[in-house]
């Protein structure tokens, strides 16, 4: 019998193929299907949306209700943080909360509009999944995705699984951060493949760090945690937060400083009051006139006693009975404790960093529909340069944006 040479079947068609199974990718495909397109979605992972399942402690911090959609620039940042206004106005914490709703997952504020699930971050990869099944998307995991062309027809892809097209592609790959749990810069390549410009990629809401001898006496507080009022900029953009700060072996951590860390550039200082609630200079005079207690003791009332103790260690003028101290060396104390300037050396970089600053250049992008300069192109999430603070801003950066591009593909295909 003849051996005939066989023909590869065609490439399997679809109307769009999203990149990434993350917040963002798993729900524009899931919006995009219900729309009435035919999506493929692909990730190289096994699991899907892992920073869901990490956030917020395992229950996913998964909006905020404080963001005002009309002035982005308060909880976003990147070189255009007015960018976003459009998707979240149109896909608003409010729409993300009614769809938890109709999905019965209970959830609950913790502060600072902060919304939590009540059980796991499960329940809403679960909602995300049941989306795309709803919307008909067929999903690739594990697929990786080994080259992307180009054409008049749309996009061509030679995947793990074979080479598929489509008319859209949308890159929803994420960043930097968290490279065990799969983040590559792959959408960062896809990018600057079609001459789209990246904003240098940079950790954000990540721990800062304090290399040499001179962050020894604070080494010891590792573990201690208290309020703080925190900031660094210049007087023009100074940006601050109250937030809870956590010293660590290396440096310090808690959400202060992860909030700080996104406006942090290299070589610049950052600024503490370890007593915020406290009028610490009336305070030591009062301690003065009234006490013979040792200083540390009296700092003890307005600070955690450890800090106290690690604050008068190296200060043989604090080592006495605060009726002894000079007025002097009890108002360096305050204005110490209150305006304490230090400059990190770094970060914990990617690895403990919750997200990426910097990425797909805003200005080359529709605000209205993710797309490109690059015809059928899209990205959405945290892949763009589009920042927000702790506390459940990034998330809903990713349903709005993922939202916006979902209805500007069905538009554009209907």
């Not at 939590?116 to 909602?127: K, Q």
């Not at 030591?284 to 103790?309: F, G, H, Q, Y």
Request: aromatic share 8%.
């Amino acid at each position: 019998m003849l051996d005939l040479p066989t023909t590869p079947p065609p490439p399997l068609l679809f109307d769009t193929i999203v990149i990434g199974a993350g917040a963002a990718g798993l729900f524009c495909a899931g919006v995009a299907g219900q729309l009435g397109l035919k999506v493929l979605l692909i990730d190289h992972s096994e699991k899907v949306a892992e920073k869901v399942r990490i956030s917020g402690g395992g229950r996913a911090n998964f909006t905020n209700r404080d963001i005002d959609p009309s002035a982005p620039h308060k909880h976003f940042l990147g070189d255009n943080p007015h960018f976003c206004r459009s998707a979240l106005s149109r896909y608003t914490p409010q729409d993300f909360i009614a769809l938890v709703q109709r999905h019965q997952i209970p959830f609950h504020e913790k502060h600072k509009g902060q919304l939590f699930g009540d059980r796991s971050a499960e329940d809403f990869i679960n909602m995300l999944l049941a989306e795309c099944v709803a919307g008909g998307v067929t999903r690739w995991q594990p697929c990786g995705v080994k080259a992307i062309r180009h054409s008049e027809a749309g996009y061509e892809l030679d995947t793990d699984r074979g080479t598929v097209r489509s008319r859209k592609l949308v890159i929803a790959t994420g960043g930097l951060s968290i490279p065990k749990i799969g983040a590559t810069d792959f959408g960062y390549r896809v990018a600057k493949q079609f001459g789209v410009p990246v904003v240098e990629p940079r950790p954000a809401l990540v721990p800062l760090t304090f290399d040499g001898n001179g962050w020894a006496p604070y080494a010891q507080l590792s573990g201690l945690a208290l309020p703080v009022l925190i900031e660094t900029g210049e007087k023009k953009s100074r940006q601050t937060f109250i937030e809870d700060l956590l010293f660590t072996h290396r440096g310090l951590s808690g959400p202060a400083v992860l909030q700080i860390s996104s406006y942090w550039r290299e070589g610049t200082p950052i600024r503490l009051n370890l007593a915020p609630e406290a009028d610490l200079p009336a305070a030591l005079t009062r301690a003065k006139a009234t006490s013979r207690k040792l200083i540390a003791n009296e700092l003890a009332m307005l600070v955690p006693s450890r800090l106290a103790d690690a604050w008068v260690q190296g200060d043989t003028q604090l080592q006495r009975p605060v009726n002894e101290a000079t007025d002097r060396a009890l108002a360096t104390l305050a204005t110490r404790l209150s305006q304490w300037d230090i400059t990190p050396t770094g970060t914990e970089g990617y690895k403990k960093a919750e997200v990426t600053a910097g990425g797909v250049d805003t200005r080359a992008l529709s605000s209205q529909t993710m797309e490109s300069r690059q015809p059928g192109l899209y990205f959405i999430g945290e892949v763009v340069d589009v920042t927000g603070w702790l506390g459940g801003y990034n998330f809903q950066w990713a349903w709005s944006s993922g939202h916006a591009c979902a209805q500007a593909m069905a538009q554009a295909i209907a």
